[in-house]
């Protein structure tokens, strides 16, 4: 099965499951109007095929965390990408903070989750000075953006429902997941001891059984089942659908950096119309945004770029013109792919006074 043979049924489930990550299969059954056998079917061929990953998501403004930042950076090719690779797992691909991670032969960008920007300048240091022995940063330091949560907007934190919706020219789903009301409660919640290693083994091992997860931390199955319910239902975990994109046939990724103009910064309902089905990814500041888009085609990618430079040259809204990288599927090295577990670990065996006195239900 390839992205040219998926049938229509395979292509609504598949952006259902995006949509609506939460529910049971018989749910979805009914959501999307498909035979609850034959849903359950697809879905296991798509699974099988590596169509889609689900992920635990551990909502970092309930750990602890307070910032988002994005660093980008090009580099001049004098070092094959696979000893850049090398070099950069080794000394800066190891710091728990960053999850998501990608290199092209003159290029790179990363995202991370922090508990404060201390952590975050440290990384871009190392980054820096590693980068500048190696003779790559003849022309520029890396580019380097935050979004402290309190302050900023993630408007889609990789929800791919619009995104596969309009792939499959499908009528899109009500999502379930409200991306900007995800990280914008800063209020931390202590675990205990128990609490620490079920919600750790959870994020590690997304698609576990509660059976599993007891096994593994010595807890019964009715104990991870109770604790994983009201980690949910307190808003402490989220799950994401990760869709195989070079599977589906996209070609392009890219990464655009917008400094908007500080006579005349964009409203709400300006930053929505940025907010295209292409969109996976959207955080602004005041003054500034990032966004990662994907397409099937170049040609794609050119008509919807320029579509938002037009927006924003005729809205006077850009201080300079955006920044715009491209990645195409076939060349780009995904270093750390959505990877969190280090992050979660590392919070939670900090100091618990850090956090509120504020327990989560007593689940055992």
């Given at each position: ?29 009914s ?28 909502l ?5 965390c ?41 290029k ?138 070079k ?47 994907a ?65 989560i239900?007593?689940?055992?």
């Open positions: 099965m390839n992205h040219h043979t998926l049938t229509k049924n395979e292509k609504k489930v598949l952006s259902g499951i995006c949509a609506h990550p939460h529910v049971t299969d018989s749910e979805l059954s959501i999307l109007q498909v035979k609850l056998s034959t849903l359950t079917s697809i879905k296991r061929r798509l699974t099988a095929e590596g169509y889609y990953r689900p992920l635990i998501f551990p970092p403004n309930r750990l602890g307070e910032l988002l930042a994005v660093i980008y950076m090009q580099f001049n090719p004098v070092i094959p990408l696979n000893q850049r690779m090398e070099t950069t797992k080794r000394t800066i691909e190891v710091f728990d903070e960053i999850f998501f991670s990608v290199g092209e032969e003159e790179g960008f990363s995202i991370s989750l922090s508990q404060n920007y201390t952590n975050i300048g440290r990384i871009n240091e190392i980054r820096t000075e590693t980068f500048g022995k190696l003779g790559l940063l003849e022309k520029e330091y890396p580019h380097e953006i935050i979004f402290p949560f309190e302050t900023s907007h993630i408007h889609r934190f990789f929800d791919f429902s619009p995104f596969l919706s309009h792939l499959y020219n499908l009528p899109e789903e009500p999502t379930l997941l409200k991306t900007p009301e995800l990280f914008r409660n800063t209020h931390t919640t202590e675990f205990s001891p128990k609490e620490k290693k079920v919600y750790s083994a959870l994020v590690e091992h997304p698609t576990a059984t509660t059976q599993q997860i007891g096994d593994q931390v010595g807890l019964s199955r009715h104990t991870v089942a109770r604790m994983k319910k009201n980690f949910f239902e307190e808003g402490l975990l989220q799950t994401l659908i990760l869709p195989n994109l599977s589906l046939g996209i070609e392009i990724l890219t990464i655009t950096h917008i400094r908007f103009n500080l006579n005349n910064a964009p409203n709400t309902q300006q930053l929505s119309i940025l907010n295209t089905p292409s969109t996976i990814f959207f955080a602004s500041r005041k003054f500034e945004a990032v966004l990662l888009s397409y099937p085609t170049f040609q794609d990618y050119k008509e919807d770029e320029m579509n938002k430079i037009k927006y924003l040259k005729e809205h006077n809204l850009f201080s300079q013109p955006p920044f715009i990288s491209t990645y195409t599927f076939d060349r780009m090295q995904v270093i750390k792919d959505f990877d969190f577990s280090p992050l979660v670990r590392k919070v939670l065996s900090n100091n618990p006074s850090v956090f509120e006195r504020r327990k239900h007593n689940t055992i």
